[in-house]
T-cell receptor, first 115, second 114 residues
């Protein structure tokens, strides 16, 4: 069974700093890995999706990397802003006959950017 | 596009009552799924569907029923609500295929069972 771990559970950093969020998984046979953002009381918003054949994916100030052999993904946020404060979750599809219809989620890292 | 729409946003039930959480998407996605989110437990898959007429159980299916009569709609039914079903419920959808699969979520339905 795929297990997904995100450590730390909470992180506070001053505004302007660069930071890295971690995601570890136990089964390297994956289709892709997706990073989400969740604001309090809201749904999840997809940030980046990395296919298993890719090493990294970038969107604006966000860069996600994937190392299947070590079972790790990182989400790098450059020049952090107070608006980046949210919970960040990673998720991986459970390998199946169909594809990626079932995802396993980490429990998330709650990020606070201090103005 | 409205994306994924869930109703109601909030609901309070008494133990033993039944209700249906509605989910609709307008992106012509084949895959739809229901997750529940509980503190310290993360998101857990309840049921999912890979197309109209095809549904299957996820990690925590007990106490919930689903059906998929159209591509757009995927309702989640609680037949006899229990306090353990107090949670935030999220519906999600995506295109089929292992090489795509970006997941789109609704805003959530917060359910309290007394």
């Amino acid at each position: 069974k795929q297990e997904v771990t995100q450590i730390p559970a909470a992180l506070s950093v001053p505004e302007g700093e660069n930071l890295v969020l971690n995601c570890s998984f136990t089964d390297s046979a994956i289709y892709n890995l997706q990073w989400f953002r969740q604001d309090p009381g809201k749904g999840l918003t997809s940030l980046l999706l990395i296919q298993s054949s890719q090493r990294e994916q970038t969107s604006g100030r966000l860069n996600a990397s994937l190392d299947k052999s070590s079972g790790r993904s990182t989400l790098y946020i450059a020049a952090s802003q107070p608006g980046d404060s949210a919970t960040y979750l990673c998720a991986l599809p459970i390998i199946s006959n169909f594809g990626n219809e079932k995802l396993t989620f980490g429990t998330g890292t709650r990020l606070t950017i201090i103005p | 596009n409205a994306g994924v729409t869930q109703t109601p946003k909030f609901q309070v039930l008494k133990t033993g009552q039944s209700m249906t959480l509605q989910c609709a998407q307008d992106m012509n996605h084949e895959y739809m799924s229901w997750y529940r989110q509980d503190p310290g437990m993360g998101l857990r898959l309840i049921h999912y569907s890979v197309g109209a007429g095809i549904t299957d159980q996820g990690e925590v299916p007990n106490g919930y029923n689903v059906s998929r009569s159209t591509t757009e709609d995927f309702p989640l039914r609680l037949l006899s609500a229990a306090p353990s079903q107090t949670s935030v419920y999220f519906c999600a959808s995506s295109f089929a295929g292992s090489n795509t699969g970006e997941l789109f979520f609704g805003e959530g339905s917060r359910l309290t069972v007394l």
